[in-house]
């Protein structure tokens, strides 16, 4: 558990601290969901339960969606714009 609370740390920090790059910004919210992932996996396996397995794959399935959508909406704000600092 200590772990998941340490990769939710950096994630936390990696989005204040890098409020000007789109792309660091969306690597540290998918740490933060891996990080909540595998709480979720940790806790199931201590409890011997397989909902929270089934949850994780719900979980790590939205983090690749939101992961797609941030990337197109990347490419859409590269193309308006030329750069894809938020710096304006």
Partial sequence: M????????????????NRKNIIL?????????LAVTLLVLI???SFDDNVGQ???IYIISI???ESVIGL???VAYYRLR???????
């Fill in 25 to 33: 910004m969306i690597i540290a919210i998918e740490i933060m969901l």
């Fill in 63 to 65: 983090a690749g969606a």
């Fill in 82 to 88: 030329g750069t894809i600092s938020l710096r304006t």
């Fill in 2 to 17: 200590n772990l998941s609370l340490f990769l939710f740390l950096i994630g936390i920090l990696g989005f204040i601290l």
């Fill in 54 to 56: 089934t949850f994780s």
């Fill in 72 to 74: 197109s909406i990347l």
């Fill in 43 to 45: 806790s199931s396996y």
